[in-house]
């Protein structure tokens, strides 16, 4: 098989420290996989740098930033949050992923423990998997009943809303997989002795309920793609393209570059 034919600028990559990097880190060398690994890590890290400015605008102006991530499992949630705290202050941001709820929050109203994680002035939250696991994993699961559902899906416009009028940006990412990536990353994980702790007892049915939770996400993005906090949807079969369009998406829409004087 021929080589592939390589240009100045892709060689120079090749030849950097990340495309070093990337050469020498298989046992088999694959140019052109190494020089996409290359230009990937280099627009990550352009979008990162961009990051840092806007959680440092976020900090001066005392904003207050929540980051949905959802997604069924292993569509890379917790992957694209890490590439967007990677180098961002520790001190003015958290990722919260809430456990199972006690006894004590079962009985309060159901948003009252995730009003509890929301941010402070000058803070970024980012949330695997948030209230919307009552849209979705519990009604699937059978974790709620069909009124608890019912009346979750007809206060959460309302809730959202109300988070939005009180200053904070909301922004909703939901991480779409195929059900053949699922499969595949489900089998990568068992086989890998630092990730198999990954596996819950809802990924191993993931697979057989896949049509029920497509039946409840679409009746999430049909009745809570309200127009102050629209879904905004990422094709994840591909981890580095999405977790570039999730972090390009954020950079779009959170308005980090003008003052406050400014009119958005």
Not at 84 to 102: D, E, G, S
Not at 113 to 137: C, H, M, T
Request: one cysteine or more.
């Amino acid at each position: 098989m021929s080589k592939p034919k390589l240009n100045k600028k892709e060689v120079a990559l090749l030849n950097s420290k990340l495309g070093l990097h990337a050469l020498l880190k298989n046992k088999k060398v694959d140019l052109l996989k190494s020089l996409g690994e290359v230009e990937y890590n280099l627009e990550l890290q352009k979008r990162q740098e961009e990051l840092i400015k806007l959680q440092a605008w976020a900090i001066a102006n005392d904003e207050k930033i929540v980051i949905i991530c959802e997604g069924r499992d292993a569509a890379g949630k917790g992957g694209a949050i890490r590439r967007f705290t990677q180098y961002i202050n520790p001190r003015h941001y958290r990722i919260v992923a809430l456990n199972v709820p006690t006894d004590d929050e079962r009985k309060q109203w159901f948003f009252q423990r995730y009003i509890n994680q929301l941010p402070k002035p000058g803070e970024i939250v980012f949330f695997d998997r948030s209230w919307y696991n009552r849209a979705v994993v519990e009604p699937v699961n059978n974790f709620c009943t069909e009124s608890e559902y019912e009346i979750f899906m007809s206060q959460v416009n309302d809730f959202e809303k109300m988070i939005i009028q009180s200053g904070t940006h909301l922004i909703k990412l939901y991480f779409s997989i195929s059900k053949e990536e699922q499969a595949k990353r489900f089998k990568d994980i068992k086989k890998d002795p630092l990730k198999r702790w990954k596996m819950t007892a809802v990924d191993e049915r993931a697979q057989d309920l896949w049509d029920e939770y497509s039946k409840y996400k679409e009746q999430m993005f049909e009745k809570t793609n309200a127009g102050l906090a629209p879904w905004t949807i990422i094709s994840a079969d591909k981890k580095p393209s999405a977790r570039l369009k999730a972090i390009s998406h954020v950079l779009k829409t959170i308005p980090y570059h003008k003052t406050r004087d400014e009119p958005e």
